[in-house]
Nanobody, 125 residues
Framework: QVRLVESGGGLVQAGDSLRLSCEAS????????MAWFRQVPGKEREFVSG????????RFADSVKGRFTISRDSAKNTMSLQINSLKPEDTAVYYC??????????????????WGQGIQVTVSS
């Protein structure tokens, strides 16, 4: 059974930093593409960043380049998202996702087979 469990969210102030983690189980981590999406009420789920654990290749949405860093620990089957200089517009539910048959690091939600339950990040101004 595949499980993706996010942790590290919460309420922070603008300008703060936050680190989200996703622990994966039940899948072959090295063969997947792992990604972070975020969603606010009334809007579609938005790609934030993705990583291919096998070679460390990464991709970011243009809107977060320079402030977000993605990494993985293949020994622990975990992926992390470091968010610096948080802005109120970063407020969202953040989801961890896994594409178990990746062609590339896709920014399309439908490409991802498995999802975590989501974790709230709220940035106050």
């Amino acid at each position: 059974q595949v499980r993706l469990v996010e942790s590290g969210g919460g309420l922070v102030q603008a300008g703060d930093s936050l680190r989200l983690s996703c622990e994966a189980s039940g899948l072959t981590f090295s063969r997947c593409v792992m990604a972070w999406f975020r969603q606010v009420p009334g809007k579609e789920r938005e790609f934030v960043s993705g990583i291919r654990p096998s070679d460390g290749s990464i991709r970011f949405a243009d809107s977060v380049k320079g402030r977000f860093t993605i990494s993985r620990d293949s020994a622990k089957n975990t992926m992390s998202l470091q968010i610096n200089s948080l802005k109120p517009e970063d407020t969202a539910v953040y989801y961890c996702a896994a594409d178990t048959l990746p062609i590339s690091i896709s920014n399309l939600a439908y490409r991802y087979d498995y999802w975590g339950q989501g974790i709230q990040v709220t940035v106050s101004s």
